[in-house]
């Protein structure tokens, strides 16, 4: 059984190995510059692991893990430009390095890129990868789209926001592991439990990630706090707060959401205070605790030794290692 | 046989039966417009006739033709971004109805969906299918990446502009034929005839649309005139014109490249009168001639009954009939 840590590095070795042609520059320079930098490869080190829960032979998981990975930097990279992120890793974005227009025709190219490795499977299961490939990729861009339609929505509802982080997070992630799964040779019924394991375990790190945008020590979390709040992105924490918030408590909330003009740290601060007297850091941890839970009793139904899902079950417990 | 009127009427039936989800409506409704109006729908019709010329069962190319059809709608709707152009098919532009950031996506979001058509195929074609869909797409972005590089480049030779030009438009025709022909059933050699005769005409009907845009007769063409000229694209016909202009005709043609404010229609007129003496319409005929010429020879060279190519070869001349 290999380690997440393993297909990781191995991840890293064989995207080193893709090939792009040199020219036109503008269109592979940024494909190289996007997938240079070490990420995490989480997505990719998971079709690894589903395929290890059913197989030995990992490598025949490798272009799909490949092409996963090299989608997700095209949705990165078209994201970026719709978000005006202007960072990205550390590093300025495609479109900030070059021009959105580039930023726009790289992506194009790196999700055909992603086809032409998935390609490469050419095994039993590639009609079924490919057909679930698709769809995840469909929803992931349904998943963008209703990100950018709840911006200047102000009805959003616990179920609109699920449902978002769903599509625009958790399938990807889901996905990769069914998709190692398949290549694995898994039967129908344990690749439907590790893709629910990934659909849960996906709500639970977005979910964590807003809670952390509030509560994480900033001594440990890697990147500025608060961002949400500033924004006023309609995350769980913030449509849980206006469901709960009374009097003036509300009053105060909704103050602080349409002010235009304001101290930063102290509308952090403030918003913070409210969701504290409203109890949101709590309802939040159950939250995640919820759907970790939820997650780990998908593998306990997948029928294989404990020792073939040992290494989900750790990844996950290191996904939410940061509140626990 | 089918003719390629019946061809086209057959795509138009099929696409209207595209079905699409109808939420995030801002993802998919802007997929339905683009797809809408009743174009000329060549590509997808050229996949039918490809697969016709070998096999009776055109039916069985269907979903290819619309997977091909829903790529190139996917390739104007970022391309319009990219031109900025605000109107496509007397309509507005899906970024200028819409956003640009819907564009984007959306147009992301039709890329998957022709992949997902792609996998309708399934026979045994399949594979050498997918193979050249992905080779000629990304062959397209490139031809995109060129065209939006020359823009800044003055130093464009002619080869520079034929390959950018095959890249651009002609690649996908020739595709499209050889996908059919591939479902079909077709020889490689066969297969490979009709891709070059696919790549000669796709070169010559984008020469002969440069060349149109400075002499087409105006009560019969149906856009504007001179639009080449006016923004200094660099056609054949400019850089045939630059390489062959001396002295005074060549200060003259520099001082119109290089003048920032003009009247349209003198600059227009004068660059035609340059283009004139330096008999420029003939070396473009010739050479939309050659490229007609070459094509026509490689459906000679295809072995099967002549009625079996008859169509393609109207096909050519109805392209074609606008100079000839």
Redesign the interface.
């Known amino acids: 059984m290999l380690t997440l840590k393993e297909c990781q590095d191995l991840i890293h070795v064989c995207l080193k190995e893709v090939s792009l042609?040199e020219?036109?520059s503008?269109?592979y320079e940024p494909i190289r510059y996007m997938l240079e930098p070490e990420g995490k490869r989480i997505r990719p080190a998971l079709v690894l692991l589903g395929c290890n829960v059913f197989s030995d032979e990992v490598s025949q998981a490798i272009p799909a893990a490949i092409a996963i990975e090299v989608f997700h930097n095209f949705t990165l990279m078209?994201d970026d430009?719709?978000d005006k992120s202007l960072m990205r890793r550390n590093r300025h974005s495609v479109h900030v390095k070059w021009t959105p227009?580039?930023a726009?025709?790289s992506?194009?190219?790196m999700?055909?890129?992603a086809?032409?490795m998935l390609?490469e499977i050419?095994g039993p299961s590639f009609?079924r990868v490919?057909?679930l490939f698709?769809?995840t990729?469909?929803k992931v861009?349904?998943g963008?789209?209703?990100d950018?339609?709840f911006e200047s929505r102000t009805d959003i509802s616990e179920e609109d926001y699920l449902h978002m982080v769903e599509l625009k997070t958790a399938v990807l992630l889901a996905a990769s592991l069914k998709i190692g799964a398949l290549i694995g040779g898994a039967d129908n019924n344990s690749a439907d439990l590790l893709y629910e394991f990934g659909r849960n375990i996906g709500i639970a790190f977005q979910l964590q990630d807003d809670f952390l945008d509030v509560y994480a020590n900033p001594l440990t979390f890697g990147k500025e706090k608060g961002n949400d709040i500033v924004s006023n992105k309609k995350t769980l924490l913030l449509i849980q707060a206006l469901k709960l918030a009374t009097g003036p408590v509300r009053d105060e909330l909704l103050h602080w959401l349409n002010a235009e003009c304001f101290d930063r740290n102290e509308k952090i601060e403030r918003i913070k205070l409210i969701y504290d007297q409203l109890h949101i850091d709590e309802l939040s941890r159950a939250r995640v605790k919820t759907y970790h839970e939820q997650a780990l009793a998908m593998l306990d139904k997948i029928s294989c030794t404990t020792t073939r899902i040992s290494e989900l079950r750790e990844f996950s417990d290191m996904l939410m290692n940061r509140i626990k």
């Open positions: 042609p020219f036109p503008n269109l078209h430009i719709m227009n580039i726009l025709l992506g194009d190219a999700v055909i890129k086809y032409e390609a050419k009609f490919f057909s698709n769809e990729a469909l861009c349904e963008q789209q209703y950018m339609d």
